[in-house]
């Protein structure tokens, strides 16, 4: 019902910096929560940053001060503004969306390979 366009993903030098778009249309009444998750090979995916209808916003420990989330909703596009990247960063990306539709539903991206590497 609902489909991401993600991009924004790329190699970048430490503390260099890349910006995350992830786009929704498709069906759906409106909007919840706009998330941001990474995972690395053998990991567990898990929550980077997310942020709800009403703006409140939650950021991991271990990129607070350097990746910021945002949304814009007359476009239902999230980014994630990531600085100071540093190796450990190194991870696909992958927005996840929840949106109502009579009942509330998630869906994911495709996820964007971001690479920090000198």
């Known amino acids: 019902q609902v489909q991401l366009a993600e991009s924004g993903g790329g190699l970048v030098q430490p503390g260099g910096s890349l910006r995350l778009s992830c786009e929704a249309s498709?069906?759906?009444?409106?909007?919840?929560?706009m998330s941001w998750y990474r995972q690395v090979p053998g990991k567990e995916r898990e929550l980077v940053a997310d942020i709800t209808s009403g703006g409140g916003t939650y950021v991991k420990d271990s990129v607070q001060g350097r990746f910021t989330i945002s949304r814009d909703n007359a476009k239902n596009t999230v980014f994630l503004q990531m600085n100071s990247l540093v190796p450990e960063d190194t991870a696909v990306y992958y927005c996840?969306?929840?949106?109502?539709?009579?009942?509330?539903?998630?869906?994911w991206g495709q996820g964007t390979q971001v690479t920090v590497s000198s």
């Open positions: 498709g069906r759906f009444s409106r909007i919840h929560e």
């Open positions: 996840n969306v929840k949106y109502w539709l009579g009942s509330l539903y998630e869906t």
